[in-house]
């Protein structure tokens, strides 16, 4: 058989196993990718690369994370396929750029840690809206200041684009400075379109910007040490507010911002219960390792849909009990403190973590038919008992458990991941 005949061949085979594959939410584990790398190293082609490409992209939803990367090919024939529909091009290595040369009709563009794309190929992407450029050393002003059309940029732990080029983009809504070494009030003074704004353990940014950016609605002040009650106090219409890890922010402000609907108080010791019960609105809360929070503000807030108390020993039934509206709730790693009397209640949950959770059993789970994920990572309690009986479980997580086994996961007819 020639190289030609092999050639086709495989492609065939690939297309085969994609047309009888079903998709339901992942890329499924074994397309064979092999087959079409193995084209694009022959050099044999013709029309075989694009049909098989084309046969991928038809068959796989352009959102996920096909994994094509670190694909070299000499004379990028790649160029003119169906790839230029994916959005996520993220490690791919060709050697001129001159498949993103091509490109110009891109508006989402993730090179997060790339080093092989250039300004010489982003410079021509105008119709750029989205661009994750996170731990990228390599774009530069040269190219992200003719990106006027971008909404979203991604800096974080980048340390090349500057002021000079941030300054330009006054169409963004959506900023991430998270680490970012570069970028001052200067630049982001000019966004005053911006309602997204993501400052994790960023030391260039103050108050004297902030307190003015009042179309703000997500802030995120993670690590950050900076920013202080004078600003805050002043963005009513946050609706997202992230203060894990930071010890800056306090009651003084909190208590001010009746719109949020999102809290992450993640290893915080400084917001309390005086600012947190008065936050009525709130429907997700994050409390992992928090030891300040307790059942004096959170049974005040019903309307929480999504709780998190990963290794949470303050938060008891007492609360919980009266949360009815939750449909997503994280008892992880070693929560000791809710038990059945609380969760058995909870028939609204569709998410429940019980990771390395020793107290809940299979006499409140067995009542959660509502469920869709459940994880039961490092768990020895939960049984086939319970799980048999969840028979609208999509995800289900069981790494390093021990316990589940076929005859209650062959009962799940509704699953589309296990993860073992």
């Known amino acids: 058989m020639s190289d030609k005949e092999d050639a086709v061949d495989h492609k065939r085979a690939a297309e085969s196993e994609l047309a009888g594959t079903e998709l339901t939410g992942t890329v499924p584990k ?18 075989l690369i694009e049909d098989a490409i084309g046969a991928i992209c038809d068959y796989v939803s352009l959102e996920m994370h096909l994994a094509l990367t670190q694909v070299s090919k000499t004379h990028n024939r790649l160029i003119n396929t169906r790839i230029s529909r994916m959005p996520n091009i993220m490690g791919l290595a060709f050697r001129h750029n001159a498949l993103l040369n091509k490109l110009t009709n891109l508006t989402e563009l993730n090179l997060c840690c790339n080093s092989v794309i250039t300004d010489n190929s982003v410079s021509r992407l105008t119709n750029l809206t989205q661009l994750n450029i996170e731990c990228n050393h390599v774009i530069t002003d040269n190219s992200v200041s003719h990106l006027t059309n971008l909404t979203q940029v991604n800096l974080e732990w980048n340390d090349v684009i500057t002021d000079n080029a941030v300054s330009r983009l006054t169409n963004l809504t959506e900023l991430n400075l998270a680490c970012n070494k570069g970028i001052t009030d ?15 353990v960023n030391h260039d940014i103050t108050d004297n910007l902030v307190s003015h950016l009042t179309n703000l609605t997500q802030l995120n002040l993670c690590g950050n040490l900076v920013i202080t009650d004078n600003s805050i106090s002043l963005l009513t219409n946050l609706t997202h507010l992230d203060l894990n890890y930071n010890r800056v922010i306090t009651d003084d402000s909190v208590c001010h911002l009746t719109n949020l609907t999102h809290l992450d108080l993640d290893n915080n010791d400084v917001v309390t219960d005086n600012s947190v019960s008065s936050l009525t609105n709130l429907t997700q809360l994050t409390l992992v390792g928090n030891h300040d929070i307790t059942d004096d503000s959170v049974c005040h807030l019903t309307n929480l849909t999504y709780l998190d108390l990963d290794s949470n020993d303050v938060v008891t039934d007492n609360s919980i009990s009266r949360l009815t509206n939750l449909t997503h709730l994280d008892l992880g790693h070693y929560n000791e403190v809710i038990t059945d009397n609380s969760v058995s209640s909870l028939t609204n949950l ?38 048999s009986q969840l028979t609208n479980l999509t995800q289900l997580y069981l790494e390093w458990n021990e316990v589940i086994t076929d005859n209650s996961v062959s009962l799940l007819t509704n699953l589309t991941h296990i993860y073992r």
């Open 30 to 47: 074994r397309i064979r990718l092999n087959y079409v790398f193995e084209m694009i190293e022959s050099d044999l082609l013709g029309g």
């Open 186 to 200: 200067h630049s982001v003074s000019h966004l005053t379109n911006l309602t997204q704004l993501n400052l994790g």
């Open 350 to 387: 569709t998410q429940l973590d019980l990771t390395c959770n020793e107290v809940i059993t299979d006499n409140s789970v067995s009542s959660l038919t509502n469920l869709t994920q459940l994880i039961l990572v490092y768990n020895e309690v939960i049984t086939d008992n319970s799980v």
